[in-house]
């Protein structure tokens, strides 16, 4: 490259009156028109998970309707006091189906005025829409979790129940997952995709493409399955149901689609990991709390496990987890315990 040139030219190639390139024109077009699937398959998903429900629940959110097994869901959340969850609850149902035909039609505009500036604007009316959409779900849910019936049959003082706006959540016995569903993704692509071509079109140097390209894939694995701590006196342990208290003892196991399972002793977690429901799983994570550092969460297939009648855990596992060997050791000598490792203490209970 000639070290005079400078990386832009003196005009502002991003808002230029400069036409697409061929290819991002009909890119453009086709990223538009996918957009029309918005109205044939769902946007969003709720699921939920529970010992009395193990196929799980779900329902699906469209652009003007719901579906799933709302009423099961609904019947669930009115015994602590939500909501019925009804279409008519949602007012975005009556404008969401003009809003995706403006961005829709905006695309198809873009794609035949064929200028840099309005493809610019797509992209920028595409993530003003996401963003509009998330903060709207937000606040649905606080107001959904928090606005209770005070004469509901069962009451936790103090307890709400936002449903998480992305991710998985533990709400009493059930663990909610909220994510895009086939109609979200749609969006999500378009997205990358107009951003790729914005890169193409302003033809950044060969460094600074590398750049963008690695912020893209840094905010898409953001979005990855990721472990959450364990929040002690809240967190209802998975397999037993009990609140988890002792930050000494305690597990996680987290999905490859983001959802958690969180456990109060290590007898709860290798029962549940052996059990059909849990051995059929694909793990992201699989950790448990280190003995020595509480509230911290290690590798479980790493961590070296202690087995002692002195160990007073919170469901009598009598077994404790450890990141450091030397430590380890000195607690098992304390304790008069036996050791050990990853897969002996799996089979500890099969």
């Known amino acids: ?24 024109r009909i890119a453009v077009a086709i990223c538009a028109l996918a957009l029309v699937s918005a109205y044939f398959v ?4 709720i699921l939920m998970w529970a010992p009395q429900y193990p196929e799980g629940l779900e329902m699906k959110i469209w652009i003007d309707d719901l579906s799933g097994d709302v009423r099961t869901i609904s019947a669930l959340n009115h015994y602590i006091g939500m909501k019925h969850i009804e279409v008519e609850m949602f007012p ?3 404008y969401m189906i003009y809003i995706v035909g403006f961005i829709i039609g905006f695309g198809l505009l873009s794609a035949l005025i064929n200028k840099r500036f309005m493809l610019i604007g797509f992209v920028l009316v595409i993530c003003a829409a996401g963003v509009g959409a998330l903060v709207d779900f937000y606040l649905w849910g606080y107001d959904y979790g928090h606005n209770l019936n005070p004469e509901a049959p069962i009451i936790i003082p103090g307890m709400a129940y936002q449903p998480p706006l992305i991710g998985t959540k533990v709400l009493l016995n059930f663990t909610a997952f909220s994510g895009p569903d086939i109609g979200g993704w749609v969006f999500i692509i378009v997205a990358f995709t107009l951003i790729g071509l914005i890169i193409y079109e302003i033809k950044f140097t060969n460094a600074a493409a590398a750049i963008v390209v690695l912020l893209i894939l840094i905010g898409i694995s953001s979005c990855s399955a990721e472990p959450e701590p364990l929040a002690y006196g809240k967190d ?11 930050n000494k003892f305690g597990a996680e196991l987290v999905t490859t689609k983001g959802k958690i399972y969180k456990f ?38 790493n961590a070296h496990y202690v087995k002692s009648e002195s160990i007073k855990s919170p469901m009598a596992s009598k077994m ?31």
């Open 1 to 24: 490259m000639d070290r005079g040139k400078p990386l832009f030219s003196n005009q502002n190639i991003l808002f230029e009156m400069k036409s697409l390139k061929p290819i991002s």
């Open 264 to 301: 109060d002793d290590l007898n709860c977690f290798f029962n549940f990991y052996n059990s059909p429901e849990g051995s059929r799983g694909e793990y992201a994570y699989r950790l448990v709390i280190d003995f020595t550092k509480p509230g911290t969460l290690i590798e479980a297939g």
């Open 320 to 350: 404790a987890a450890f990141e450091d060997y030397q430590l380890m050791t000195a607690t098992k000598k304390n304790v008069k315990g036996i050791y050990l490792s990853w897969g002996e203490a799996v089979t500890q209970f099969k």
């Open 42 to 45: 769902p946007l969003w998903q």
């Open 92 to 94: 975005e149902f009556g």
């Open 236 to 246: 209802i342990c998975h397999e037993c149901k009990m609140t988890l208290m002792d």
